[in-house]
Antibody, heavy 117, light 108 residues
Framework: EVQLVESGGGLVQPGGSLRLSCAAS????????MNWVRQAPGKGLEWVSY????????YYADSVKGRFTISRDNAKNSLYLQMNSLRAEDTAVYYC??????????WGQGTQVIVSS | SDVLTQPPSVSVAPGKTARITCGGN??????VHWYQQKPGQAPVLVIY???DRPSGIPERFSGSNSGNTATLTINRVEAGDEADYHC???????????FGGGTKLTVL
C-alpha cells in the first residue's frame, strides 16, 4: 500500500525557518517524481515545488522561489522541504504528492504550518 | 502561467446530475485532472487525462474537455459526493502545475 506521511509542521514566527519531511513507503520511491502542494485556510490548492526522481531537476512556484528548497534522499525514501524567511501567507497545510505522468495519484495527509508572531 | 477558473459553488439535489466546469485559455489542448477533497482530508484523484477514472472511482464520475472548458460530471449525485473539487493541469513549457480555485459541491 502506497503511503506518504508528512511531518515537521508547526508554529513559527515570521522570518523563521522550518523543514518538512515526507516519508514514503509501499512503492519504489526512487522511480517517482515528487511534489509539494499547499492549501491555505479556506483556500484552494497551490502547487509549491517539484523534483525529479533523481533530484537533478527542480522547479518552484514564483511565490516561494528563493526561500524554499526541495530535496530528496532516495536511500531513506524521503522528500523534504526546507522553508526559510517564512511569511504569514505561507500559513497552510502542506501535502507531499506523488506525480504520475502529469497528475498526482497519491497524497499524504498533510502537515500544518502556521506562521505567526 | 495558465489561469483555471472554477465556479465557487455548485448545488444539486440527490439523484440529479452535477456539472463542475474548469475554464482556461485553450484548455482543450491540455490534459485536465480532477480531485475530490472532503473536509479535513487530502485530495483524491477522481479523473485523469480529461476523462479516465482511477480504479475505485464510481462510473458516475466522468469528464470532458474541449475548447476553453473542461467539465467534471457526476451522475446520480449522492450525499457522499459533497466535497470540494479541484481541476489541475501541468504546464509543459514551464514545468509548473496549475490548480483551479476549487468548487464546493453541495448536495441539497
Amino acid at each position: 500500500e502506497v503511503q506518504l506521511v508528512e511531518s515537521g509542521g508547526g508554529l513559527v514566527q515570521p522570518g523563521g525557518s522550518l523543514r518538512l519531511s515526507c516519508a514514503a513507503s509501499g512503492f519504489r520511491f526512487s522511480s517517482y517524481e515528487m511534489n509539494w502542494v499547499r492549501q491555505a485556510p479556506g483556500k484552494g490548492l497551490e502547487w509549491v515545488s517539484y523534483i525529479t526522481s533523481s533530484g537533478s531537476t527542480i522547479y518552484y512556484a514564483d511565490s516561494v522561489k528563493g526561500r524554499f528548497t526541495i530535496s530528496r534522499d532516495n536511500a531513506k525514501n524521503s522528500l523534504y522541504l526546507q522553508m526559510n524567511s517564512l511569511r504569514a501567507e505561507d500559513t497552510a497545510v502542506y501535502y507531499c504528492a506523488r506525480k504520475t505522468v502529469t497528475w498526482f495519484d497519491y497524497w499524504g495527509q498533510g502537515t500544518q504550518v502556521i506562521v505567526s508572531s | 502561467s495558465d489561469v483555471l477558473t472554477q465556479p465557487p459553488s455548485v448545488s444539486v439535489a440527490p439523484g440529479k446530475t452535477a456539472r463542475i466546469t474548469c475554464g482556461g485559455n485553450n484548455i482543450g489542448s491540455k490534459s485536465v485532472h480532477w480531485y475530490q477533497q472532503k473536509p479535513g482530508q487530502a485530495p483524491v484523484l477522481v479523473i485523469y487525462y480529461d476523462s479516465d477514472r482511477p480504479s475505485g472511482i464510481p462510473e458516475r464520475f466522468s469528464g470532458s474537455n474541449s475548447g476553453n472548458t473542461a467539465t467534471l460530471t457526476i451522475n446520480r449525485v449522492e450525499a457522499g459526493d459533497e466535497a470540494d473539487y479541484h481541476c489541475q493541469v501541468w504546464e509543459s513549457n514551464s514545468h509548473h502545475v496549475v490548480f483551479g480555485g476549487g468548487t464546493k459541491l453541495t448536495v441539497l
